[in-house]
Nanobody, 118 residues
Framework: QAQLVESGGGLVQAGGSLRLSCAAS????????MGWFRQAPGKEREFVAS????????YYGDSVKGRFTISRDSAKNTVNLQMNSLKPEDTAVYFC???????????WGQGTQVTVSS
């Protein structure tokens, strides 16, 4: 059974930092690409960042470039998202995802809430 479990969300003031983690198990743990997406109330899901299993080919959404950093520990089957200089517009539910390619994410976590106050 494939499973992704996120942790690390919470409430932070603007300008602060949070670190999200995602633990993969089962078939999700062998996925070639892992990434983060987010969805704010009333908005469509937005791509945040992705990383290949080997750690190379990292991509970021335009709205988070320079502020967020994605990393992956394949030995521990985890992917992390370090979020710095947070803004109120970063408020959303953040989802971990995994799949064979950037265009195909087969597995999704349940999401973790990130709230940035102004």
């Amino acid at each position: 059974q494939a499973q992704l479990v996120e942790s690390g969300g919470g409430l932070v003031q603007a300008g602060g930092s949070l670190r999200l983690s995602c633990a993969a198990s089962g078939r999700a743990s062998s996925s070639y690409v892992m990434g983060w997406f987010r969805q704010a109330p009333g908005k469509e899901r937005e791509f945040v960042a992705s990383i290949r299993r080997t750690g190379g080919l990292i991509y970021y959404g335009d709205s988070v470039k320079g502020r967020f950093t994605i990393s992956r520990d394949s030995a521990k089957n985890t992917v992390n998202l370090q979020m710095n200089s947070l803004k109120p517009e970063d408020t959303a539910v953040y989802f971990c995802a995994a799949g064979p390619t950037m265009a195909q994410f087969d597995y999704w976590g349940q999401g973790t809430q990130v709230t940035v106050s102004s």
